[in-house]
């Protein structure tokens, strides 16, 4: 904790570890076994409970509650943990839950989650996400790499997001949302991310193979069997790939496709 500045109003309980260089605000709470990690700031009123593990570097603002009990009805375990990596953003009043059933949620790096957002109990977050004021994750959901939640998105328990997805202000995710797609307020797809696939540098070949992925499974509504045996023939491309490994994982809500149109799940 040495080079630590600390407000002398913040509370540090005994058996909570401070890495070297970390800045705590007034009136903030930190709970016996947490540990932090070095060069993080905590703002005013910040709760940071004693299941929380933290990397380096993050910021955490005013009023943020970190660590807190699942709101699962079913929850009597003491155990469960919340892991956050390094250089997030974490924002006003956001509030971040511990693990349920599986024992842990995890927050990558390089996150910028702004004020008031919720990560539900058991959430995986991978790096470099955005969630805008007010998104929601519930319970079990799993957010890939460069993924941008808009203003107000509240996405379902067990709802899978997949890599570099948009998903628009106000909308009600209840379904797995394919890899660079951009998802309506209405729920269902709108579209290929094609402006965050050219900046990350995909081919024209790879851009073309994914528009006709798009047609066949998420316009046309191909059968969920054939089209993974259509992606199967076009492994080769890495963008498919990815498709085909998203598809390919258990989906407990089934997965957006072009409209508002419901897909049933796999169970």
């Given at each position: 904790?040495?080079?630590?500045?600390?407000?002398?109003?913040?509370?540090?309980?005994?058996?909570?570890?401070?890495g070297d260089g970390c800045e705590i605000g007034?009136?903030?709470?930190?709970?016996?076994?947490?540990?932090?990690?070095?060069?993080?700031?905590?703002?005013?009123?910040?709760?940071?409970?004693?299941?929380?593990?933290?990397?380096?570097?993050?910021?955490?603002?005013?009023?943020?509650?970190?660590?807190?009990?699942?709101?699962?009805?079913?929850?009597?375990?003491?155990?469960?943990?919340?892991?956050?990596?390094?250089?997030?953003?974490?924002?006003?009043?956001?509030?971040?839950?511990?693990?349920?059933?599986?024992?842990?949620?995890?927050?990558?790096?390089?996150?910028?989650?702004?004020g008031n957002i919720h990560v539900g109990h058991?959430?995986?977050?991978?790096?470099?996400?955005?969630?805008?004021?007010?998104?929601?994750?519930?319970?079990?959901?799993?957010?890939?790499?460069?993924?941008?939640?808009?203003?107000?998105?509240?996405?379902?328990?067990?709802?899978?997001?997949?890599?570099?997805?948009?998903?628009?202000?106000?909308?009600?995710?209840?379904?797995?949302?394919?890899?660079?797609?951009?998802?309506?307020?209405?729920?269902?797809?709108?579209?290929?991310?094609?402006?965050?696939?050219?900046?990350?540098?995909?081919?024209?070949?790879?851009?073309?193979?994914?528009?006709?992925?798009?047609?066949?499974?998420?316009?046309?509504?191909?059968?969920?069997?054939?089209?993974?045996?259509?992606?199967?023939?076009?492994?080769?491309?890495?963008?498919?790939?990815?498709?085909?490994?998203?598809?390919?994982?258990?989906?407990?809500?089934?997965?957006?496709?072009?409209?508002?149109?419901?897909?049933?799940?796999?169970?």
């Amino acid at each position: 904790m040495s080079n630590s500045k600390i407000h002398p109003t913040a509370i540090i309980e005994d058996g909570a570890v401070i890495g070297d260089g970390c800045e705590i605000g007034p009136y903030a709470v930190i709970e016996n076994g947490a540990r932090i990690g070095k060069e993080n700031k905590i703002g005013p009123m910040v709760y940071i409970m004693g299941s929380v593990t933290m990397g380096d570097n993050n910021k955490l603002l005013h009023g943020a509650s970190v660590g807190g009990g699942p709101q699962d009805i079913h929850f009597t375990r003491t155990d469960t943990v919340l892991i956050i990596g390094s250089n997030n953003h974490i924002g006003e009043h956001a509030t971040l839950h511990r693990g349920s059933s599986s024992g842990k949620t995890v927050i990558g790096n390089s996150n910028y989650l702004m004020g008031n957002i919720h990560v539900g109990h058991d959430c995986t977050l991978h790096d470099n996400i955005i969630m805008a004021n007010d998104a929601k994750l519930g319970g079990h959901v799993t957010v890939h790499n460069n993924v941008i939640l808009s203003a107000a998105a509240g996405v379902h328990q067990h709802v899978r997001i997949g890599e570099m997805v948009i998903a628009g202000a106000l909308i009600r995710v209840t379904q797995d949302i394919l890899p660079y797609t951009m998802a309506a307020m209405d729920g269902g797809l709108n579209g290929l991310n094609r402006i965050g696939l050219r900046r990350a540098g995909c081919s024209k070949e790879s851009v073309n193979q994914l528009k006709e992925a798009y047609r066949l499974f998420c316009r046309n509504r191909m059968a969920l069997a054939e089209f993974k045996a259509w992606l199967d023939q076009h492994s080769s491309d890495p963008y498919l790939k990815k498709w085909a490994a998203f598809i390919g994982e258990k989906s407990h809500r089934g997965f957006s496709r072009h409209g508002a149109a419901r897909e049933e799940s796999d169970d």
